[in-house]
T-cell receptor, first 110, second 114 residues
Framework: GQSLEQPSEVTAVEGAIVQINCTYQ??????LSWYQQHDGGAPTFLSY????GLEETGRFSSFLSRSDSYGYLLLQELQMKDSASYFC???????????FGKGTRLSVIA | NAGVTQTPKFQVLKTGQSMTLQCAQD?????MYWYRQDPGMGLRLIYY???????DKGEVPNGYNVSRLNKREFSLRLESAAPSQTSVYFC?????????????FGPGTRLTVL
């Protein structure tokens, strides 16, 4: 099976940089994904890493180290609208669906 | 395109009542999923359908049944609702064959069982 660990809460200041970590255990590995969910809303896809390294999309970047079973989501130039929950998710094989972590609630303060 | 739609948006049931949550997608996706979300528990998979005609149990299937009616529609049924089933229910869909398995979520159904 698969399991994921991520911090439950993170607080950061507007304009700063924050990193949300995710460690995983899985029997196979098809990549690490990140999803964002605002309060009262639905999760939406942010990024996907299949290979080691950093993927950048605007203010958001995602990193993966397969040898360490570790990844992180990096949010730069934080804005109040970035306050949300962030979920990492892994897929163990092509025949199994995503497994989500319990989520990290990010609070951006002025 | 509407993406993934769910009905109803809100529902209150009494213990023992039954109901069906409806989900439809217009993206021609192969795979569809039902999740429940409880505070501090993240998204837990109830059932999924990897392709039309197949369904499989997820992490928390007890008390639920599903039907993949056609490629577009995937319903979730609670036969005898219990207070422990009070939750937010999300339906999602994905192409199913891509390595990313990017999932697109519906707006959710907020269910309260009294």
């Amino acid at each position: 099976g698969q399991s994921l660990e991520q911090p439950s809460e993170v607080t950061a200041v507007e304009g700063a940089i924050v990193q949300i970590n995710c460690t995983y255990q899985t029997s196979g590995f098809y990549g690490l994904s990140w999803y964002q969910q605002h309060d009262g809303g639905a999760p939406t896809f942010l990024s996907y890493n299949a290979l080691d390294g950093l993927e950048e999309t605007g203010r958001f970047s995602s990193f993966l180290s397969r040898s360490d079973s570790y990844g992180y989501l990096l949010l730069q130039e934080l804005q109040m609208k970035d306050s949300a929950s962030y979920f990492c998710a892994v897929r163990g094989s092509g025949n199994t669906p995503l497994v989500f972590g319990k989520g990290t609630r990010l609070s951006v303060i002025a | 395109n509407a993406g993934v739609t769910q009905t109803p948006k809100f529902q209150v049931l009494k213990t023992g009542q039954s109901m069906t949550l409806q989900c439809a997608q217009d993206m021609n996706h192969n795979s569809m999923y039902w999740y429940r979300q409880d505070p501090g528990m993240g998204l837990r998979l109830i059932y999924y359908s990897a392709s039309e005609g197949t369904t499989d149990k997820g992490e928390v299937p007890n008390g639920y049944n599903v039907s993949r009616l056609n490629k577009r529609e995937f319903s979730l049924r609670l036969e005898s609702a219990a207070p422990s089933q009070t939750s937010v229910y999300f339906c999602a869909s994905s192409e199913g064959v891509a390595r990313t398995d990017t999932q697109y979520f519906g707006p959710g159904t907020r269910l309260t069982v009294l």
